[in-house]
């Protein structure tokens, strides 16, 4: 993404799907563009169904909640913003054809950061790390996904590419012209001694 390059524009209501691997940056992006009732994370569902949000055994039960609370917010011609890696075809697929269901457009947003930046965000994770063999696995996923992006039925695809694109897009609202004014993300507290 280039200065000369367009913001993002999300819809007043519809679907925004964040992709990319585990520490691209897509919670902090998420919580500086979105409300936090509009951001729907895989995280946090798997919080309310287990109390853990790392118990990668309570992801399947964790997606069917947020599916449900996606289609409720459509329904409800609200914005849903959904926080996971979604770097597999078939888990998005099923996020465009419930919003096609629901007639609301839908953005898909590629965090296209280098996994040097992933993997070096990942070791400084206080709350949660993510192993490095699927942090790999998901940027690979992710890259391979890029091409195949317009042929999955997005009204609108952006590529951000490199952690400075993240950073400096401009993201606007539909029906403003002005960008949306960044809420300023509280840092991780350090571990004290």
């Known amino acids: 993404m280039t200065p000369?390059?367009?913001?993002?524009?999300?819809?007043?209501?519809?679907?925004v799907v964040l992709i990319g691997p585990s520490s691209a940056g897509k919670s902090t992006w998420?919580?500086?563009?979105?409300?936090?009732?509009?951001i729907l994370s895989s995280d946090a569902f798997r919080a309310l169904v287990s109390d853990d949000p790392n118990d990668q055994d309570a992801?399947?039960?964790a997606?069917?909640?947020l599916?449900?609370?996606?289609?409720?917010?459509?329904a409800h011609r609200r914005l849903s913003v959904?926080?996971?890696t979604n770097v597999e075809g078939w888990a998005?697929?099923?996020l465009v054809e419930l919003a096609r269901t629901h007639g609301v457009s839908t953005v898909a947003i590629v965090f296209d950061v280098p996994l040097e930046v992933c993997l070096a965000r990942n070791g400084l994770r206080a709350d949660r790390r993510v192993p490095e063999a699927a942090i790999r696995r998901q940027?690979?996923?992710m890259r391979g996904s890029i091409p195949r992006l317009a042929g999955e039925g997005w009204d609108a695809i952006h590529v951000l590419a490199g952690a400075e694109a993240v950073n400096a897009v401009p993201v606007t609202r539909a029906g403003t012209s002005a960008p949306r004014a960044q809420r300023s993300v509280p840092k991780e507290p350090r571990p004290t001694r």
């Open 59 to 61: 992801t399947l039960d």
């Open 92 to 94: 998005r697929g099923r």
């Open 82 to 84: 959904v926080d996971a």
């Open 30 to 38: 998420a919580t500086r563009h979105a409300g936090p009732t509009e």
């Open 4 to 15: 000369a390059d367009p913001p993002i524009e999300l819809p007043r209501s519809g679907l």
């Open 67 to 74: 599916h449900l609370v996606a289609a409720r917010r459509m």
């Open 63 to 65: 997606f069917d909640v």
């Open 139 to 141: 940027w690979s996923r």
